[in-house]
């Protein structure tokens, strides 16, 4: 017998579900390919089934509307099947809030700034382990358990335009999960602060390896052996992580990492929009891989509702006769996508946006943030800006107001905007509910079309915030950033050039 | 008030048996010895049809051909059915109630209660050699062929009938019995027969004789359990064995040479003979009881008794269940009994009610339970009522009882009495229902047509009730013979406040009995997809298919209908289906993209769709191999961008590459280096460092490139070629557009820190300390500072600074932009 299995979510976190489905992008906004929001529908459903109908379903974009219909739909189908089980309204979570990746396409392609983030987009991380050289993260941990590093060193030794001396170099896999006590604790944090996290952790591991000379007498040298195990790990980690960082690091100051860094930060906050072209034309130039160039291109497409018509060709033709015509279709896919086009209005409704929901904020605290801006050093990302809307308080105090508030802004923004209450269906709603004004805390959040580390990050930071009353879950179709998403819908060549490639 | 439930019983030895009267039956003037008779168990109905073995007398009612009746166990006609085939064997009951008739050529026919049947062949062996005699069970048979091998059928479902080890036998045998495969060690089923004075046992794959010396045996039955054997000898005597042969169990002398009609088994302990309007009943310790009828009879085996059908009434036979025998033997003392008796005397008034209760109290709930299994096992309302009225008397007393079973009792008794209503006349037990489960109930009373006490029961006992009534629909539009609108509306008004009913099946009848349009209007009704879909399919509503596809959201839907459309039908026919679905569209695409790029091309060139034309045609380029063909499809390609304005920009952009590659491959002539794949900036880049500048700059200017970019392509190329010289001679032609500050970083990136002082000179003032710093000069970097006065950088140049004197140096710089 062969059937069919549905693999559905698979989870990577407690807080964190992926259907690993790489291309949805793509095959949502260029294809016109509705396959996985079936599948997400289906992944969706398996949820409802085991916790209870979602109370709300809200969301904001087209391909997000078509798949809460199709949730509705398939509620129906479910039916037939079992349809004693008729579901009852889950406890536990009060909404889903769909986020539909075409509606905020200026988060991923902005470079991620927190270490989990940076990691992806320096190595890129797939199904959360990531591949490195053997090198980077040291040598064995059996052969100097007890010789701690005392500091971590903090200059680079490479830079990215000189490829590691040995191209043979052996890769190693590392897990990245909240299993390696050190990533959790850094993973959502801003780059800029894990260097002095990473000196602390390795000054507190070095005080309990000595820790050894303090022992005299055996019970206290058998209660130091028990702790070893425990300290070699971390030490294990601490090396793995401080390697991973200092790889960063090298590109980070790098100057076109820095370059491109600040045309993003002056494109989103909306400082000198028109000053970035000659920047992006000096890295076309200088033959940077075409993915950052359309990365900035985007961007500024994007926040400015497109270029002017003689840039708009300028930079057609200095990509097509630096990197290939056959990019002209990758530029024909952007185009189609409204991610790389022509203005035709001087309307632009992205710098409502920004004010209107507060996306740049100039004064970060990276060690100490107040705020999801952190995630990228100023720019709060839209997406997570578009869930507060929902699910902060009212000016009464409570939240259920949906999108109340907010319609001028999502107006602006592309596709439909739904709000719709699910009941059982004799729309008899419990009054069990009620009891004690006990309220369901978890809300699920799905993103379609993926989401980047930086916007898990935010929600996790915004979980922390109101005394941990809120709890979220997050579900994507696949965790995407600017160059996954960019290279899914570049036309691939069989170029034999130098030039043309990616990282 | 009923009869005391006593007045019926029969003490033998030392349990008790007693013989109920379900109902009087219905039909009238009924000789049952004139019939060959196979009745289903669990009250299941009784099939009849004269037997022409048997002589009879030529009557002026009596219709000459040979029928086939159907009764109810009250006696009630379900259905007559003209037999016109050929001699009928034997006949009997599946477990799904069907009837089964096995024919002397080995064609069996399979009836469902309405007359409709499926009929198979039971292969070679039993047609050449003619079926003599059959056993059947309630998923199977095992026929005896004239030459006297076995042909076996262990299930209804999938007809695969298979030969039995050879037994040997040169005459028919004296008797033969089957063990159900259920009952079997081996799992398979085996056979029984009796010849000579032994018995063989077959299966599959051998006959295994068991030596006996007390046959032969001319009567033999395996009991309802399948453990033992009941069999008659010659010699009149009824012996019981395990069907292994190991237990000898219990001998009785009958004192009748004559073979009984019927042998069964009541239960599993006691064994009725049937002679010739005497019934037999012997106990398991050789006690017996006679019962004498005035006409002939019919024995039909249940699990836990023996239905007894005669010419007036309907009889069931059974070992008094123990519950029921601990409460209404006379004199009982146990505890239930005096639990039943105390409600008498509650409801007499009478204080011994209480005493009753104190005496039994330690194990009253145990009288309880016990009060409530009798009632299950009364056909008798009267009693059931009392009985469940003691139980719920003893409930009052106890703390803590679990009333479960008291009020899951009281529903299986409201089931159980409207099924043994005479009309519908299913006389099920209590412990036959729990063996038979409530869905096969169900199954057996729409099987009958009862949809509307399916349904109640359904209902009452929270089942599903879906079968029912699609079942119900589609029996409906069997029948009917109304219009389709009017068929329509009645079946959806019925369902309408079922959600979630799927109306596939429903459909699917509709058009198997040639309503497709009826079969169309209901799927609609139908939620899920991808039931849905297939059936449109089938019934060659190929668009609608395809909607429907396409509103379930599943995309391998989608896909199903579509290649299955472009199978079958004409392109053109295909396209037009597929044209306005924009879904469909987009995966026709996709799929087209990976498989079929010629498809593609004919569905855009339908369409009139020039750009997408023009893209695909690139696409087809890029996959060419040589030149020629390469630049024919791209001039195609440009062809159709021409045609539409608003893709100026492509037009041009296509026309360029086409110059490129004609360009390239002059240049790979004159050049003999490999350039085509290559991008134009690559290509220039090439032309330099093969020292060919000149074809560079006629690039240059063919293709208009900004002298920027051209700048930084010769500054890479010369850098890479190590052509200090070439480098100096641009860096000096004139002002360079993109600053000195590239040359700086190029050469550093060369280690060419000499030659980067050079251009480190021509930069900006305020760049330079860094510039300085980055090739390690801290002197210059320390100079470039002082002239800017700025002490912060030159104290951050100081302590980056490992060379002693070079450091004493920068401190006097120090020293002296502080003092100024």
């Known amino acids: 017998m062969i059937g069919e299995y549905h693999l559905d979510f698979i989870p990577f976190e407690d807080d964190l579900l992926s259907l690993e489905l790489d291309y949805t992008f793509k095959e949502l906004y260029l294809d016109g390919d509705y396959t996985s929001i079936y599948y997400a529908a289906r992944a969706l459903m398996k949820l409802q089934t085991l916790f209870g109908l979602f109370p709300r379903v809200l969301g904001k974009g087209d391909c997000a509307k078509h798949l809460a219909d199709m949730l509705l739909r398939m509620r129906r189908e479910v039916a037939v099947d079992d349809p004693s089980s008729t579901l009852v309204v889950s406890q536990n979570i009060d909404s889903l809030i769909i986020i539909d990746r075409s509606v905020d396409l200026i988060t991923p392609l902005c470079t991620q700034l927190t270490y989990e983030g940076l990691i992806d987009e320096v190595f890129s991380i797939r199904a959360s382990h990531v591949e490195v050289d053997s090198s980077i993260v040291g040598p064995a941990p059996q052969k100097s358990a007890v010789g701690a590093p005392t500091s971590t060193s903090t200059t680079t030794t490479t830079t990215p335009s000189q490829p590691p001396p040995q191209p043979q170099a052996k890769k190693k896999k590392i897990a990245l999960n909240s299993g390696d006590k050190l990533f959790a604790q850094l993973r959502d944090m801003n780059f800029a602060v894990v260097g002095s996290v990473l000196n602390r952790v390795a000054k507190r591991i070095n005080d309990d390896y000595e820790g050894r000379h303090q022992a005299k007498t055996v019970a206290q040298i058998r209660e130091f052996i028990n702790k070893l195990g425990g300290l070699q790990s971390e030490h294990q980690s601490l090396r793995t992580h401080t390697g991973i960082a200092e790889e960063i690091m090298g590109v980070t100051v790098t100057p076109e990492f820095n370059k491109s860094l600040e045309v993003q930060q002056n494109l989103v906050a909306g400082v000198d929009v028109n000053t970035q072209n000659d920047c992006i034309e000096e890295m076309i130039n200088r033959q940077v891989p075409l993915v950052q160039v359309l990365r900035l291109l985007s961007l500024q497409s994007l926040v400015n509702g497109g270029l002017k018509q003689k840039n708009f060709e300028f930079f057609k033709k200095e990509i097509l006769q630096t990197y290939g015509f056959e990019h002209l279709q990758t530029l024909l896919n952007l185009e189609k996508l409204n991610m790389f086009v022509k203005q035709v209005s001087t309307r632009n409704p992205y710098a409502n946006i920004r004010k209107s929901l507060r996306l740049i904020v100039d004064e970060v605290e990276e060690n100490n943030p107040h705020d999801i801006s952190y995630v990228y050093s100023g720019y709060a990302p839209l997406s997570v800006r578009l869930l507060q809307c929902v699910v902060t308080k009212g000016d009464n105090g409570i939240r259920n107001n949906g999108w109340k508030g907010y319609e001028d802004v999502l107006r602006m923004l592309p596709g439909k905007t739904f709000d719709e209450v699910q009941r059982k269906e004799d729309s008899v709603i419990r009054p069990k509910r009620l009891i004690q004004g006990q309220q369901p805390r978890v809300t699920l959040i799905f993103f379609l079309g993926g989401c980047t580390y930086t916007e898990i990050s935010a929600i996790r930071f915004l979980a922390q915030q109101d005394d941990g009353q809120r709890e979220f879950v997050i579900a994507t179709t696949q965790i995407t950033n600017g160059n996954s998403l960019l290279n899914s819908i570049m036309q691939k060549t069989e170029h034999p050039g130098v030039t043309a490639g990616t990282l | ?820």
């Open chain 2, 1 to 820: 008030m009923a009869p005391h439930p006593t007045t019926d019983w029969i003490q033998l030895q030392d349990r008790f048996y007693r013989k109920q009267e379900i109902y009087t039956m219905s039909w009238k003037h009924m000789d049952l010895s004139k019939y060959l008779i196979a009745g289903a168990s669990y009250g299941g109905p009784i099939a009849m049809i004269r037997d022409d073995k048997k002589v009879l007398l030529l009557q002026k009612q009596q219709p000459v051909k040979p029928t086939i009746y159907l009764y109810t166990s009250a006696g009630k006609l379900i259905e007559q059915l003209q037999w016109d085939k050929g001699r009928i064997i034997t006949m009997g009951w599946t477990d799904s109630e069907q009837l089964i008739v096995v024919l002397e050529d080995g064609v069996i026919r399979l009836y469902d209660i309405h007359g409709e049947y499926t009929q198979f062949s039971l292969g070679k062996e039993a047609k050449d050699h003619s079926v003599i005699d059959c056993q059947i069970w309630g998923t199977g048979l095992v026929a005896l062929t004239g030459n006297f091998k076995l042909v076996a059928l262990t299930n209804f479902e999938e007809i695969r009938p298979r030969l039995m080890a050879d037994p040997g036998l040169n005459e028919p045998p004296h008797s033969w019995a089957v063990i159900p495969p259920q009952y079997t060690l081996s799992r398979h089923v085996e056979v029984l027969l009796a010849t000579g004075s032994t018995i063989l046992t077959v299966d599959a794959k051998e006959a295994q004789d068991q030596l006996l010396q007390q046959g032969p045996f001319t009567k033999m039955a395996v009991s309802p359990n399948g453990i033992f054997l009941a069999l008659f000898t010659s010699d009149g005597k009824l012996w019981v064995v395990s069907t292994d042969f190991q237990k000898n169990l219990s001998e009785f002398a009958t004192k009748s040479q004559v073979p009984p009609q019927q042998l069964v088994w009541c239960g599993t302990d006691s064994v009725v003979l049937y002679w010739d309007k005497i019934v037999l009943m012997v106990g398991p310790f050789g006690d017996w009881i006679k019962y004498s009828y005035d006409d002939s009879i019919y024995l039909i085996p249940e699990v836990d008794g023996v239905r007894v059908i005669s010419s007036d009434k309907c009889e069931f036979l059974q070992k008094v269940p123990n519950a029921t025998e601990e409460i209404f033997k006379i004199g009982n003392t146990v505890p239930p009994a005096i639990l039943f008796d105390a409600l008498d005397h509650f409801e007499k008034g009478s204080p011994k009610a209480d005493e009753n209760i104190r005496i039994i109290r330690p194990v009253l709930a145990d009288a309880v339970d016990t009060c409530i299994e009798a009632a299950g096992h009364e056909f008798n309302q009267y009693w059931q009522r009392a009985l469940l009225k003691a139980a719920a008397f003893g409930k009052a007393f106890l703390e803590s009882y679990n009333a479960d079973r008291f009020v899951s009792m009281c529903q299986t008794l409201r089931v159980l009495n409207s099924v043994r209503y005479y009309e519908i006349g299913i006389p099920i037990t209590y412990a036959q229902y729990s063996k038979l489960t409530p869905d096969v109930l169900i199954d057996r009373l729409i099987n009958r047509h009862h949809h509307l006490l399916a349904l109640r029961v359904c209902e009452y006992l929270k089942m599903r009730t879906d079968r029912v009534l699609i079942h119900w629909a589609c029996e409906k539009i069997k029948k009917s013979t109304d219009d389709e609108e009017t068929i329509c509306r009645m079946i959806v008004d019925k369902l309408a406040n079922k959600p979630g009913l799927s109306y596939a099946e429903i459909a699917k009848t509709a058009y198997n009995v040639g309503q497709p349009k009826l079969a169309t209007r209901l799927l609609d009704y139908e939620p899920r997809a991808a039931d849905q879909v297939p059936l449109l399919m089938s019934m060659q509503e190929d668009e609608l298919a395809l909607i429907k596809a396409i509103e379930s959201g599943d995309t391998d839907l989608v896909y199903l209908v579509m290649l299955h459309l472009k199978r079958k039908l004409p392109l053109g026919e295909f396209f037009r289906i597929i044209n306005n679905k924009l879904m469909a569209c987009n995966l026709l695409e996709v799929y087209c993209k990976e498989q079929d790029l010629k498809l593609l091309t004919d569905f855009y060139y339908q369409d009139d769709k020039r750009v997408e034309m023009a893209n695909i045609t690139i696409l087809e380029s890029y996959e060419k191999k040589d030149l020629e063909s390469k630049i024919n499809k791209l001039k195609v390609a440009l062809k159709w961008y021409q045609d539409d304005k608003e893709h100026a920009f492509e037009a041009k952009a296509i026309d360029e590459n086409i110059k490129l590659l004609q360009a390239q491959s002059q240049l790979e002539k004159d050049l003999n280096l490999p350039l085509i794949g290559l991008s134009l900036s690559e290509t220039i880049h090439k032309c330099i460092t093969s020292n060919n500048s000149g074809k560079a700059n006629k690039l240059k200017s063919d293709f208009k490139i900004p002298d920027k970019r051209f700048w930084w392509i010769k500054l890479k190329a010369l850098v890479e070629m190590r052509d200090w010289d070439e480098l100096d001679k641009l860096a000096k032609s004139k002002k360079s557009p993109i600053g000195y500050e590239p040359f700086v970083e190029e050469c550093i990136k060369a280690v060419q820190h000499r030659e980067a002082t050079k251009y480190i000179q021509k930069c900006n003032p305020t760049v330079r300390p860094g510039l300085f710093i980055k090739i390690g000069d801290f002197k210059s970097a320390g100079l470039e500072a002082l002239a800017l006065k700025d002490i912060q950088l030159l104290s951050e140049i100081r302590s980056k600074c490992n060379n002693h004197i070079i450091a004493q140096e920068l401190d006097s710089y120090i020293a002296k932009a502080s003092s100024r």
